[in-house]
């Protein structure tokens, strides 16, 4: 649309009953007005692009390089490369999986009843109890997976208890523990670890949306012959289903990619996919290349998840 | 029968309260420890008490660097990302915009995505448009910024969301202009939000270590440092650390929640 | 707890609904205090009462939300005191409807049904909405209906369970006027035809007496006064009843003396004035005389005044209002400076406010409350029952 002439401004102000003057300032101000969400949105969306969304296209460059830190890297498209790490290291991309699914069915199965719990029957304590749920969030996450070590320690109290009650055979028995009376540097001590790290991530979507759910909506289902168990089966858990989709997913992805607890009270058994890229991409004699590709696995396999999710989920509530 | 049917009423807080337990008993572990006096290397085994570790807290300055690196990140990632990170909040809440959907997932994905992915994509950026010598503070800094933002939206979000919008409409009633509405009355309403955000966002980036690992070059944070020592022995002065975040976390909490919570309790 | 109870809900025993000594205590406040109660089988029952008297809490003792600090709930022999509400043969229509947000209509409906084990609910479900008369939307979600389409899915859904008692929570309060009446009338003629006990929390006193047959109005956790509409409106026996249902005016006196089947009444600016004996509730020579403005008529001078009336001269109108249906004066006389007075408006003579007027009643329509009551017991309630 070209600019409008002085005949044109003249005519809508003499329409509008006011003059040429006033009416331009008028447009000034309702341009500013539009213009301000964006210049509030600019400067944080421009640092998420860059810093978030252009690397992504960089790792998927660099992991079809070749080359070295010394010899300099050369862009050769060798697609070869993701081949390589899948034959080397699929074992280890398995058993990230197999992990993270343990560890988030475990974490569902523990934040369902928390979160129950500080929603519906906690009155004027919910604040509180989330808070308190959150709080050790705040102190370094290394030293209290490590605190794990002291309490799985194979002459700890903990310990000792599972092997009276014959838990630790049943846990070697079933191969996520290789003794029968030590736990530490197995699976079993791995996903321990990790459900406890991420049991935050799952309790506090799913704390959210049970916290919408009218209280009443239980006093009817009572009403309606429902037991306790058959009106959370019936009414509780289907209303607060997007947000334990939602604690699923905020738990499941980062727990795919994560090494800490791996390597703090795993051991070589134990190796996952984390691992391998930090080795890779930062420890001497890796191939950047390959912990590059690695690394476009794992983004690719979560892009796809998590745009899914956001196709179903609809983008408004999920921030 | 009685004591059956008392379990049975109270069974979920009873559940709860041992989920409570089991998130609660590393910290425990963790201050207990920090009172201990390790004869080796590893302080895993409890084995004589000693306030040593809470006399000498930087074992001999050892932890000094470590921290002071993490402590000044922290400050300014803290401060950037609430910037930023308030800044989009109240565009997303108060006002309309094209590209919504956009905005929201890009918000999303930083926190859905392994801290992996996001450490080593920037690593490659950074690789391949600076070189290698860009690593440290510069690279953690902006890495550091990047997953706060996120975290600071939802925060302020929530805070402002819970705010009635009309308050602002009956202050321009009463003749305050946009620049007063917004701090006479929105600021100081949105302020706590704000506060807590940016709590969140300095304990993310104090915290953080699998971006800073893949990002750091040759610098090294806190908990970098612990990472590092992992194989070679842990000192109890890391405990202690652990243990003072604690407090002063708890501490926090106390402070914002007890004067609410007299507040209710005086008006029943 | 007899097997029939536990698989079949709403079968097992019949019997009259009864609450005996039922106290319910919050920490130090007394929400019900000692309550004993008989509703009848078949009948419509209404607790009445302004918020805080503890209805809701009465309701919720027999639905099984609550349960007593003291006391029992029976039905017929059925002790179902201790008993969780989904093992009671009772259903709730809750005030805010409660409708499950996440099912269709006809799964709301069939919900109970379900629960207990019901395998064909198809022909059950469609009946019931044929009776609430939404049958062609059965598939729709809670929020795409209507309040009032809403509360009659809220009233199926209880309903199709055939339950002994139906308990309502101000089911009517989100409704507008109109509607409201309507589904007065529909929640009446429904319970004459299934023949269930329905009992109907409301704080509007119109509802009350429009639907239920029995009421007990409800002050402070205690029953002021249980009877037939007609018994609680003409022959309140607290100036709480008198001043909660409608309006009244009441007269504080001495007793004088009696004239054959009246008691005489002396008011405090000396006026004497009859109540029939069998309307006095005063225990000693203190009464209070009571009289329903609409009882009273409204007269120009004493000679107008009909012989055998209560009579009170002297009275100057100072507000006169005109409601539609009545004119409504209020009068100020000696004993009262504020009377009272509802006259229909049948073309007589309208009186201006400082017109100079006398009052009169048949003296059969008065009625007599212990004097020493607090004569404004009741009436800020009125505020409530009139929104």
């Known amino acids: 649309m070209s600019a409008p002439t002085l005949a044109d401004e003249a005519a809508e102000a003499l329409a509008a009953g006011t003059t040429v003057a006033e009416l331009r300032a008028d447009k000034r101000v309702r341009r500013r007005r539009a213009t301000l969400p964006y210049l509030l949105l600019a400067p944080g969306i421009a640092w998420l692009v860059v810093f978030f969304i252009v690397p992504m296209w960089s790792i998927v460059s660099t992991s079809v390089e070749t080359g070295d830190m010394d010899t300099g890297f050369v862009l050769s498209w060798r697609w070869a490369n993701f081949g390589d790490v899948w034959s080397q290291w699929h074992q280890q991309i398995i058993r990230s999986l197999e992990y993270s699914v343990m560890c988030t069915v475990f974490c569902l199965i523990l934040a369902l009843p928390l979160a129950y719990f500080i929603a519906f029957k906690a009155g004027r304590w919910k604040n509180l109890l989330m808070a308190l749920v959150v709080a050790p969030f705040f102190t370094s996450y290394l030293i209290r997976t490590l605190a794990w070590k002291t309490i799985l320690a194979d002459d700890g109290w903990v310990v000792h208890t599972m092997n009276t009650l014959h838990i630790t055979p049943l846990l070697s028995g079933m191969g996520w523990t290789y003794s029968d009376n030590s736990v530490l540097q197995t699976p079993f001590s791995v996903v321990c670890g990790m459900v406890y790290n991420f049991l935050p991530f799952t309790v506090l979507p799913i704390y959210t949306a049970m916290e919408k759910i009218d209280p009443r909506l239980h006093e009817a289902g009572q009403d309606l012959y429902a037991s306790a168990w058959a009106t959370f089966r019936k009414v509780t858990f289907p209303l607060a289903l997007p947000g334990i989709v939602g604690g699923t997913l905020l738990t499941f992805i980062p727990a795919v990619g994560d090494y800490t607890n791996a390597v703090m009270l795993g051991g070589p058994k134990t190796k996952v996919i984390g691992t391998v890229i930090e080795q890779q991409m930062i420890g001497t004699g890796g191939n950047i290349p390959y912990g590059a590709a690695l690394s476009v696995l794992l983004m690719v396999g979560t892009l796809v998840i998590t745009l899914a999710y956001i196709k179903r989920a609809g983008t408004e509530e999920i921030v | ?268 | 707890m007899s097997k029939n109870t536990e698989t079949s809900a709403a079968g097992g025993v019949a019997g009259d609904l009864r609450l005996v000594n039922v106290t319910k205590r919050f920490g130090d406040f007394a929400a019900v205090k000692d309550l004993t109660l008989t509703i009848p089988q078949g009948s419509f029952f209404a607790l009445l009462g302004a918020s805080g008297c503890g209805k809701t809490t009465t309701l919720r003792m027999v639905s099984g939300l609550e349960e007593p600090t003291n006391g029992r709930v029976l039905i017929g022999d059925h002790d179902i005191t201790r008993l969780r509400p989904y093992k009671r043969p009772v259903n709730t229509v809750f005030q805010n409807y409660a409708l499950f947000p996440h099912l269709t209509i006809q799964d709301n409906i069939a919900f109970g049904l379900k629960r207990r084990g019901v395998k064909d609910v198809k022909k059950p479900v469609q009946d019931m909405l044929d009776l609430i008369e939404l049958s062609h939307i059965g598939a729709r979600k809670p929020n795409q209906l209507s309040g009032g389409q809403q509360q009659r899915v809220a009233l199926g859904r209880a309903l199709i369970n055939r339950p002994q008692v139906l308990l309502l929570d101000e089911p009517l309060g989100a409704l507008d006027l109109k509607l409201r009446r309507q589904m007065q009338i529909e929640l009446k003629r429904i319970q004459t035809e299934v023949g269930l006990t329905f009992v109907h929390v409301t704080h509007d006193q119109e509802e009350a007496m429009t639907m239920a047959d029995t009421i007990a109005v409800m002050n402070l956790g205690r029953i002021e006064q249980l009877g037939s509409p007609t018994d609680l409106y003409e022959n309140p026996k607290t100036t709480f009843v008198a001043n909660f249902l409608g309006q009244s005016n009441l007269l504080p006196g001495k007793a004088s003396g009696t004239v054959g089947e009246h008691l005489q009444v002396t008011l405090e600016d000396g006026s004497r004035v009859l109540i029939p004996a069998a309307r006095n509730h005063a225990s000693g020579d203190e009464v209070i005389v009571g009289v329903r403005p609409e009882k009273m008529s409204i007269h120009a001078s004493v000679d107008e005044v009909p012989d055998g009336r209560n009579v009170l001269t002297g009275g100057v109108v100072t507000d006169t209002s005109f409601v539609g249906v009545s004119t409504q004066y209020v009068v100020k006389a000696a004993v009262c400076d504020e009377l009272g007075v509802f006259v229909q408006n049948d073309g007589a003579q309208i009186f201006r406010p400082g017109s100079d007027v006398v009052v009169s009643w048949d003296p059969s329509q008065g009625f007599g409350l212990d004097g020493k009551q607090d004569i404004e017991a009741g009436a800020e309630a009125d505020l409530e029952a009139a929104s």
Not at chain 2, 66 to 80: D, R
Request: contains cysteine; proline residues 5%.
């Open chain 2, 1 to 268: 029968m009685a004591v059956v049917n008392w379990f049975r009423k109270h069974l979920i807080a009873i559940v709860a309260f041992l989920i409570f337990f089991f998130l609660l008993v590393p910290n425990f572990v963790v201050v207990w420890m920090s009172f201990n006096k390790p004869s080796g290397k590893y302080n895993v085994k409890w084995e004589k008490f000693s306030l040593d570790a809470w006399k000498n807290p930087l074992d001999d300055g050892i932890l000094h660097d470590p921290l002071m690196l993490s402590l000044e990140i922290a400050l300014l990632a803290t401060l950037v990302a609430t910037i930023l990170g308030t800044m989009i909040a109240f565009a997303i809440v108060r006002h309309s915009f094209k590209g919504r959907g956009f905005v929201n997932s890009v918000l999303f994905l930083p926190m859905a995505a392994p801290e992996i992915v996001m450490g080593t994509t920037l690593l490659a950026l950074f690789l391949n448009t600076f070189g290698v010598d860009f690593l440290g503070f510069k690279s953690i800094l902006i890495a550091h910024i990047m997953f706060c933002v996120s975290y600071v939206v939802i925060t302020v979000k929530s805070r402002l969301n819970g705010m009635d919008p009309m308050l602002e409409k009956a202050a321009q009633d009463l003749y305050a202009t946009p620049w007063q509405t917004f701090w006479r009355v929105t600021f100081p309403l949105v302020a706590p939000g704000i506060g807590a955000a940016a709590l969140l966002s300095f304990a993310l980036s104090f915290d953080d270590f699998i971006i800073t690992e893949m990002t750091a070059g040759n610098s090294v944070t806190f908990p970098y440092w612990i990472w590092n020592a992992v194989q070679k022995g842990i000192p109890p002065q890391v405990n202690v650390i652990g243990s003072l975040m604690l407090i002063i976390t708890l501490a926090g909490i106390a402070v914002a929640e007890v004067p609410k919570w007299l507040k209710t309790s005086k008006a029943r």
